[in-house]
């Protein structure tokens, strides 16, 4: 056997040269990413409700990751990343090319990774969106609504919010240079508009569950947030699209500001409250993460350590003070606060990335594309005076034309589904829960999360112990 002819070199099937180690990490990133929703959101959302909506709570997450990733295939990634425009700087044109192996394996754009690397790590971005959205609809909205609604809201607003900001055409990216790393826009504001204003249209939960919704199962609760933490080290390591030293900044950047917000949220608690609360940690946790996610590759050390602050008080402050204060606030039924969460710390991450965000690593975030206008935080426009100061102007633009679009396309959505099924539950349904909704049942357990009562328990247990010494004492043995 001639050793030189079986061990040489196969051609590569792209033109271009591949990187094994950006791609090897951007797979691997995309994977955590993956994880965040499943197991990590299927087990939060099945574990913070009550125990009658466990099942449908995991399965509409579920049922959302599965559709997202077909409906990507066969539209998605073209509608948001193609080089060719059906709407200029907003929409791309929908093509089946994303299932031909000769487009995936093109070169991805500026990263030195084939196509099908990128439409991966865009997808599981994609699947995340509506499945943080579904928070706000937990506990009523019909399951066949919620079927049709995510292949709808995925095609006409989220590939339209991705586009204008994250390709290289899109007007968010060109004309108006935004600055989200990771989707504090493009998936945290979107989903928290989009939830809030489907919650507007879907109505509330019955009464009895919005004024008593106990978690039924908080230590699963904190595994599935703790799975959405650590996996947020793929969600904004990966932004960058190399395993390069911004990426390890990103994944540094990133936690610190997640523990900083979890820590200053527990003190509100414990200050205003009197004690810590388990839930109120996880949802400070949550809000750093979402806050940090459009800056994470582009500011230093200490700027995430203060948006972590922030992250941990401003949030905490619309949910505990002006929630129970603003009219209408009160009037939408958002099961999860994701519009605390999502909506107002992935704005508060936007405006903060146009105060911070370094240009030394902006420049080298964004490639250094020719012609582009530079990214500049607003801190640093006085050290030189050349540089300009229209970054916080962009930051708010971008963040006006995001609301809008969810504000429109989702209730336009929500009517034309409303024509065709009913969007929430009827109130039979409502009241038994899965079983009514899917025939299943989560746990063969007594209660919804509430304490039980230790002298019926009593009762009960002196029941079973006289019932079996009678059949004790009746048997043949």
């Known amino acids: 056997m001639d050793y030189a002819k079986a061990h040489e070199v196969k051609p590569s099937l792209s033109e271009w040269t591949l990187n094994t180690g950006d791609n090897a990490w951007q797979m691997t990133a995309a994977t955590i990413v993956g994880m965040q929703s499943v197991p990590g959101l299927v087990i939060l959302y099945g574990s913070i409700v009550k125990k009658k909506w466990a099942v449908n709570s995991a399965f509409m997450a579920l049922y959302a990751f599965a559709a997202v990733l077909v409906v990507w295939a066969l539209c998605g990634f073209t509608l948001s990343f193609s080089d ?250 958002d099961t999860m606060g994701v519009f605390h969460t999502h909506a107002v710390a992935g704005l508060l991450g936007g405006i903060l990335s146009g105060l911070f965000a370094h240009p030394r690593l902006c420049q080298i975030f964004y490639n250094n594309i020719e012609g582009e206008p530079p990214r500049t935080g607003f801190v640093y426009t006085f050290s030189d005076p050349g540089t300009h100061r229209k970054q916080m102007g962009y930051q708010l633009f971008a963040a006006l034309f995001i609301i809008v679009l969810n504000v429109a396309v989702t209730s336009l959505i929500c009517v034309v589904i409303g024509l065709i099924v009913p969007l929430r539950m009827s109130e039979e349904a409502l009241e038994v829960g899965d079983d009514a909704a899917h025939g299943e049942e989560a746990y063969a357990l007594w209660g919804d999360g509430e304490k039980v009562n230790i002298f019926r328990m009593s009762a009960t247990v002196e029941q079973s112990k006289t019932f079996h010494l009678d059949s004790l004492s009746d048997s043949s043995y």
């Open 84 to 333: 060719e425009e059906m709407i200029p700087g907003f929409w791309g044109k929908p093509s089946i090319q994303a299932l031909q192996y000769e487009f995936l394996f093109e070169k991805s754009y500026t990263s030195l990774f084939p196509k099908a690397t990128m439409s991966f790590f865009q997808v599981v971005f994609a699947a995340i969106t509506l499945i943080l959205l579904a928070g706000s609809l937990l506990g009523r909205m019909n399951f066949h609504a919620w079927m049709l609604f995510v292949p709808l809201w995925l095609i006409f607003s989220y590939t339209i919010g991705a586009y204008a900001l994250w390709n290289l055409n899109g007007y968010f990216f060109k004309k108006i240079p935004t600055i989200d790393c990771s989707g504090g826009y493009v998936i945290h504001l979107s989903s928290g508009i989009a939830g809030f204003t489907a919650a507007y249209w879907v109505g509330p939960r019955m009464t009895r569950d919005r004024e008593r919704f106990p978690p039924n199962n908080v230590l699963l609760m904190v595994g599935g947030g703790g799975l959405l933490w650590l996996g947020w080290s793929g969600f904004n390591g990966g932004g960058p699209g190399a395993a390069n030293e911004l990426a390890a900044l990103a994944v540094m950047n990133t936690h610190v500001c997640a523990a900083t917000s979890l820590i200053v949220w527990m003190a509100l608690d414990r200050l205003f409250f009197g004690r810590p609360s388990l839930i109120g940690a996880l949802q400070g946790m949550i809000t750093g993460l979402v806050c940090i996610t459009p800056a994470a590759c582009v500011v230093q050390g200490w700027a995430a350590m203060v948006m972590g602050v922030a992250a941990g008080s401003i949030p905490w402050c619309t949910m505990m003070v002006l929630q129970k204060r603003v009219w209408f606030l009160q009037r939408v039924d």
